[in-house]
C-alpha cells in the first residue's frame, strides 16, 4: 500500500492565489521529509528539506518567502505556493525517508497550473 | 556539491532484449547511496533498485541490475528480458549519507526507455 499520502493530485488557479499542498507520511512518523519539483521533460529537482519542529533548509535559489514549508507534526508536512504566478506552474512531489533512512517514499506528486 | 549524468536521453529496445543505461556521478563524497528510479507516464516514483557505496557487491532486482564501478564513479542499470511495462522514464539518483539526518536526492536528467513489441 501507499506510503506517502500527497495531496491534491492537481490544481488549477489563477494567478496571484495561494496554494497548499499536503504530504502524509502513513506507516511511519517522519522527522524529515523532502519537496522537489519537476518541470515538464526535466529531472525532478531538490527545493527544501522539511524538518519536523524547526524550520525548513532550502536549496539555493529557492525562494523562502515564496514557498512556504510547514512540518508541524511527525506525519505531515505542507508546502505553500504563495501569490503563484505562471511560472511556478509545475509538478510538486514529495518524499519521506524510509525508516532506516533510505531509500525515499515518494508521493505521487501535485500538478500545479496557473492560469 | 554532487552530480548525477545520464548521457542517453533516450534509448528503444525490442520486448525480451537486454539494455543498460549509463549513469555517472561526482561526489567527494565517501558515504553515500545511489538509486535507481522509474517513472512512467503516471508521474509516479518508482524505485527500481539501490547501491551502498561501501558494498562491492552489485544490487539486484529480479530483472534488474546494477554495475556499480566506484572508482570510476560509474553505476549503470540492466534490464534482462525487457517488457512492455518498462517504458518510462529513468532517473539515476544519488544520495549522501550522514549521521543524524538525511540529504535530499540528486537526480541525473533521465533516459527515456521505450520498450518496442
Known amino acids: 500500500g501507499a506510503v506517502v499520502s500527497q495531496h491534491p493530485s492537481r490544481v488549477i488557479c489563477k494567478s496571484g492565489t495561494s496554494v497548499k499542498i499536503e504530504c502524509r507520511s502513513l506507516?511511519?512518523?517522519?522527522?524529515?521529509m523532502f519537496w522537489y519539483r519537476q518541470f515538464p521533460k526535466q529531472s525532478l529537482m531538490l527545493m527544501a528539506t522539511s524538518n519536523e519542529g524547526s524550520k525548513a533548509t532550502y536549496e539555493q535559489g529557492v525562494e523562502k518567502d515564496k514557498f512556504l514549508i510547514n512540518h508541524a507534526s511527525l506525519t505531515l508536512s505542507t508546502l505553500t505556493v504563495t501569490s503563484a504566478h505562471p511560472e511556478d506552474s509545475s509538478f510538486y512531489i514529495c518524499s519521506v525517508l524510509d525508516r532506516g533512512g533510505q531509500p525515499q517514499h515518494f508521493g505521487d506528486g501535485t500538478r500545479l497550473s496557473i492560469l | 556539491a554532487q552530480t548525477v549524468t545520464q548521457s542517453q536521453p533516450e534509448m528503444s529496445v525490442q520486448e525480451a532484449e537486454t539494455v543498460t543505461l549509463s549513469c555517472t556521478y561526482d561526489t567527494s563524497e565517501s558515504n553515500y547511496y545511489l538509486f535507481w528510479y522509474k517513472q512512467p507516464p503516471s508521474r509516479q516514483m518508482i524505485l527500481v533498485i539501490r547501491q551502498e557505496a561501501y558494498k562491492q557487491q552489485n544490487a539486484t532486482e529480479n530483472r534488474f541490475s546494477v554495475n556499480f564501478q566506484k572508482a570510476a564513479k560509474s553505476f549503470s542499470l540492466k534490464i534482462s528480458d525487457s517488457q512492455l511495462g518498462d517504458t518510462a522514464m529513468y532517473f539515476c539518483?544519488?544520495?549522501?549519507?550522514?549521521?543524524?539526518?538525511?540529504?535530499?536526492?540528486?537526480f541525473g536528467k533521465g533516459t527515456h526507455l521505450i520498450i518496442q513489441p
Open positions: 506507516d511511519f512518523q517522519a522527522t524529515t
Open positions: 539518483a544519488f544520495m549522501k549519507q550522514r549521521g543524524g539526518g538525511a540529504d535530499g536526492l540528486t
